[in-house]
């Protein structure tokens, strides 16, 4: 069974950066295209950033220039280097794979307030 741990969230000011990373059991990142994926309250979970296998990324708009995804394949950890960060980006944030696994991490909480 994959485990996902997600860490690194916490409460920044809007213009802040922060960055998650995301440990996996086992080495399971190669296969796959890799994801954040984050939910707000009230809304549901969307992908935000997304990496393939051959190392191209994508994007949702909401995020675009701003956030970054990598991976470290011999540390099986994805990280998002999340800058320029606004009240609309608070959320709690998974890392899955895309499409995800019917199982999810616990998720890191990303609260940006002033």
């Known amino acids: 069974q994959v485990q996902l741990v997600e860490s690194g969230g916490g409460l920044v000011q809007p213009g802040g950066s922060l960055r998650l990373s995301c440990a996996a059991s086992?080495?399971?990142?190669?296969?796959?295209?890799m994801g954040w994926y984050r939910q707000a309250p009230g809304k549901q979970r969307e992908l935000v950033a997304r990496?393939?296998?051959?190392?191209?990324?994508n994007y949702a708009d909401s995020v675009k220039g701003r956030f970054t995804i990598s991976r470290d394949n011999a540390k099986n950890t994805v990280y998002l280097q999340m800058n320029s960060l606004k009240p609309e980006d608070t959320a709690v944030y998974y890392c899955?794979?895309?499409?995800?696994?019917?199982?999810w991490g616990q998720g890191t909480q990303v609260t940006v307030s002033s």
């Open positions: 899955n794979k895309v499409p995800p696994f019917n199982s």
């Open positions: 086992g080495s399971i990142f190669r296969p796959y295209d």
């Open positions: 990496l393939i296998t051959g190392g191209s990324t």
